[in-house]
């Protein structure tokens, strides 16, 4: 499984979209990568995740 690229997330939404940590880290990806978007960082996208890397994360953080 690809690591996600939390660097690159903060970078956005911390300097580039200047929000604040509460704000960023209460956002969906999915939120995120609109925003971005709607500031022009076209190359921001979101994927869907498959089931199986859905199910290694539950397992990994089941809260």
Request: charged residues 30%; without cysteine; glycine residues 6%.
């Amino acid at each position: 499984m690809k690591k996600f690229p939390w660097e690159q997330a903060m970078e956005i939404g911390l300097g580039r979209l200047r929000l604040a940590p509460q704000d960023f880290w209460r956002m969906t990806l999915a939120e995120l990568a609109a925003a971005a978007r709607g500031v022009g960082l076209a190359h921001a996208r979101v994927s869907a995740i498959r089931r199986t890397d859905l199910e290694a994360l539950t397992r990994r953080f089941p809260d």
